[in-house]
């Protein structure tokens, strides 16, 4: 069983940044991936950004390239989600997931979620 904690969240103007964090507690990520979706009100919630915790391939959701960093400490089993440039319309719950295996962007094939951290932005 994985335990996830996402912190980082927060309002902060638009073009600003954040910097969210999971962190995994009752076992490792390795063998694991890890990702971010997000859920705005009234929209179903979409897949953001993930990394495979081996070897540390990455893959971002078209509306995140460019702008979104994933990254990882292996040390601190901890993922971070580095966002620039933010926008009024990535106000959103942002969720961490994590998965055995391969990167999957459905949020059906997701093994473990955290709570969820908002991010709001203003105009």
């Known amino acids: 069983q994985v335990q996830l904690e996402e912190s980082g969240g927060g309002l902060v103007q638009a073009g600003g940044s954040l910097r969210l964090s999971c962190a995994a507690s009752?076992?490792?990520?390795?063998?694991?991936?890890v990702g971010w979706f997000r859920e705005a009100p009234g929209k179903a919630r979409e897949f953001v950004a993930a990394v495979r915790w081996s070897g540390g391939s990455t893959y971002y959701a078209d509306s995140a390239k460019g702008r979104f960093t994933m990254s990882k400490d292996n040390a601190k089993n901890t993922v971070y989600l580095q966002m620039n440039s933010l926008k009024p319309d990535d106000t959103a719950v942002y969720y961490c997931?994590?998965?055995?295996?391969?990167?999957?962007?459905?949020?059906?094939?997701?093994?473990?979620w955290g709570q969820g951290t908002q991010v709001t932005v203003s105009s």
């Open positions: 009752g076992r490792s990520f390795s063998g694991h991936s």
């Open positions: 997931a994590a998965r055995w295996g391969i990167i999957q962007t459905s949020s059906n094939l997701q093994d473990y």
